[in-house]
């Protein structure tokens, strides 16, 4: 008798669950193609959506991810739509809350790796630098060779590859030396003190200036820096196109080459450091002195 009872309720209680399901069936079909068309949509709008996008910001990888991402959503609208015609919109409410706290243990988990996308994708819509752009930030310093999401691959001068993170490149400073297409040339040099700086200004300026490489002759000048040890101080600068043949290296290395001949050919002396012995000071001796002691 037990069993029977058993036996009765189960098949009680499907009964009542295929007439539930058979109730419910062209809410299920209507579900269904609810769910087909936002999936179709969203395949549709991504497309062209990742076309807009990359239009704007240029970066193919970020284009994908923002349509990855409206794609998405899309999908998510339609399941809920069609979850809430088969009347279990209730179910799916607590599915996004328990989502949500796994997802905020996810984020503090990779929090690196989300601050690096984040700076990332604000780095590829403001642009701050392009790849084959000279950068420079902390320690690292060469060419930009691709840009991802999470990093920024740059090439040195030393023919290494860094991989630098885009939270480092976000949150510190950045210089960017292709952006004005020049750079100035600052060489710091010394003249005896029995030499006139004015004269050499004039002679560094004009031999300087002979050089093709030489941005803009007006801007190229010779300033006396200060009153060295051996020597008065002059900072020679000029303007060069940059990132541009002939190379940084080689321009500095003609430039201070040619400073040295300017100067060696109309007898201005870069002296070499030296030392004067006042034995005659306040409190010591005279250098005669010395010696008749000895």
């Known amino acids: 008798m037990e069993i029977d009872k058993f036996w ?9 669950w ?10 299920i079909i209507l579900a269904l193609c609810v769910l087909i068309f936002f999936t179709l949509l969203a395949r ?26 409206f794609k998405i959503i899309i999908i ?31 984020g503090f988990a990779f929090q690196d790796m989300t601050e690096n996308l984040i700076a990332g994708f604000v780095m590829s819509v403001r ?11 902390k320690d690292c310093f060469g060419t930009v060779s691709r840009i991802n ?26 210089q960017n ?10 060489i710091p040099v010394g003249i005896s003190y029995a030499d006139d700086p004015e004269r050499a200004r004039s002679l560094i300026v004009e031999a300087l200036n002979q050089h093709d490489f030489v941005l803009d002759p007006d801007e190229t000048d010779v300033y006396a820096a200060s009153f060295g040890d051996s020597a008065i101080n002059l900072l020679v600068w000029f303007w060069i196109d940059y990132p541009s043949e002939p190379s940084f290296m080689l321009v500095r290395h003609k430039a201070i080459c ?21 034995f005659n000071a306040k409190g010591g001796t005279r250098l005669g002195a010395q010696f008749t002691q000895e």
């Open 177 to 186: 030396y292709s952006k004005l297409g020049k750079r100035r040339i600052e």
């Open 18 to 27: 295929l007439e539930s399901a058979i109730q419910l069936l062209p809410n």
């Open 258 to 278: 040619t400073i040295n001949r300017v100067l060696s050919d109309n007898d201005i002396l870069i002296p070499f450091p030296i030392r004067t012995l006042d």
């Open 8 to 16: 009765k309720l189960i098949n009680e209680k499907l009964i009542a």
């Open 44 to 69: 549709v709008l991504s497309v062209w959506f990742s076309k807009v996008i990359y239009r704007i910001i240029k970066t193919a990888q970020v284009a994908s991810l923002i349509s990855s991402v």
């Open 127 to 137: 642009k701050p630098f392009m790849v084959g752009d000279i950068i420079k930030t």
């Open 149 to 174: 999401l999470r990093n920024t691959l740059v090439e040195n001068f030393y023919g290494q590859l860094s991989y630098v993170p885009n939270k480092t490149l976000f949150k510190n400073e950045l």
């Open 76 to 106: 998510l609208v339609g399941v809920f739509f069609a979850l809430d015609i088969v009347k279990l919109s209730g179910a799916v409410m607590s599915l996004l809350a328990g989502a949500g706290i796994i997802g905020l243990a996810i």
